[in-house]
């Protein structure tokens, strides 16, 4: 069905719509091996798990291996959904186009029934193609007629969640109505926690209140680091312990949120590998975090989870848990989805007013005792 490539110079001309007679787009047998090429950012690999659930919940018997990036590998094996982890060689926004065809060909003995892929980009569907599996599905993106071969039209307006949108894509191309799906959930090993309880030598007398302080996407998605200071201070007054999590990229945040309030925080930032926060996150009490990928780490760890959302709209990628609480102020100007404030500049006092009107006071009335 699908062509092989004979001259490497010559694979853009192999890439072609190719004819959809005899392929089975609509079914996946209950023994089909699927590959999912997974998404590049945390929070969309977490959701991304509703999708496993799903699959496996229609189809019991079929296994799932997971193209991604080496990063997610501490995620993957905590879902028991996934088969196999295959490290993605190349990084985010890198076309790498001979690594995508080597890799490719090298996933051939594979024997992949469907392969569904999550990213929308065009060299996201490569290494698909170039492994032969019969069966591509994803939605239409950069325009991937060839490349793709179950090619699905992404109704924004009816898959108004990123939850919706992977989880319709293992469902049959034309399914009716919006599809169920279950929230993610990671597993917490009782032996990790231990590890990480030793190693940094923790106690939990006290309750645990997690601040995850940055995102990735930019300055409007990140609630003032004085206004996280406010709120962990009157945590520590009660008796809380206060615990910092997050990337490298987060440091000025954290050291802000520290030096507001006299070095009490406990500043995991940049000190733990995504397996260490996620075990750290697993054992606290409460989470206040932006919208980020940690946000979505707590919610699949089902903890009580206050996310803060600014630039972005809470309904997209909600936290997916029954004790989450998303806060939006849902402002005329809101939700723009860009990364910098794009009305007023940096001191200015409406600068990311979305953000900075949801003010502490409300967060601790939601926190409670």
Request: proline fraction near 8%; charged fraction near 20%.
């Amino acid at each position: 069905m699908v062509r092989h490539v004979h001259h490497e110079r010559n694979h853009m001309e192999a890439i072609r719509p190719e004819p959809t007679e005899g392929l089975n787009q609509n079914k996946v047998s209950s023994s089909a091996k699927i590959l999912i090429v997974g998404p590049s950012w945390v929070g969309d690999m977490v959701m991304a798990q509703s999708l496993f659930i799903s699959l496996k919940n229609s189809f019991p018997g079929c296994r799932i291996d997971v193209l991604a990036p080496a990063w997610s590998l501490p995620l993957l094996i905590r879902m028991p959904e996934v088969s196999k982890a295959i490290v993605m060689p190349l990084q985010h926004g890198q076309f790498g186009l001979m690594a995508r065809i080597k890799l490719g060909r090298q996933l051939r003995p594979g024997h992949y029934d469907q392969a569904i892929v999550l990213p929308n980009s065009w060299k996201s569907a490569l290494i698909p193609f170039f492994a032969n599996i019969p069966v591509r599905t994803g939605y239409r993106g950069e325009c991937r007629w060839g490349l793709l071969n179950d090619v699905r039209k992404l109704e924004k307006q009816v898959l108004k969640m990123t939850v919706q949108r992977f989880v319709a894509l293992g469902l049959p191309k034309n399914a009716p109505g919006l599809p169920d799906y279950q929230h993610p959930k990671l597993s917490a090993d009782p032996s990790s926690q231990e590890v990480v309880i030793q190693k940094f030598g923790l106690t939990l007398a006290e309750k645990v209140l997690a601040l995850c302080p940055g995102a990735e996407y930019g300055p409007s998605k990140r609630w003032p680091a004085d206004y996280f200071a406010k709120v962990a201070q009157a945590k520590i007054q009660q008796g809380w312990q206060v615990w910092l999590l997050g990337s490298a990229k987060d440091k000025e945040s954290s050291e802000a949120i520290n030096q507001l309030t006299k070095q009490q925080c406990r500043d995991f930032i940049g000190q733990t590998s995504l397996a260490e926060a996620v075990d750290l996150m697993s054992l606290a009490d409460m989470v206040v975090a932006n919208d980020s990928g940690l946000m979505h780490l707590a919610a699949a760890l089902d903890k009580q989870v206050i996310a803060i959302y600014g630039s972005t709209p809470p309904g997209f990628a909600p936290p997916l848990c029954k004790g989450a609480q998303a806060i939006s102020l849902n402002l005329a100007c809101s939700p723009c989805r860009k990364r910098v404030c794009p009305l007023y500049p940096v001191g200015h006092p409406d600068h990311t007013q979305c953000l900075t009107g949801i003010k502490p006071e409300r967060i601790l009335e939601l926190i409670g005792d």
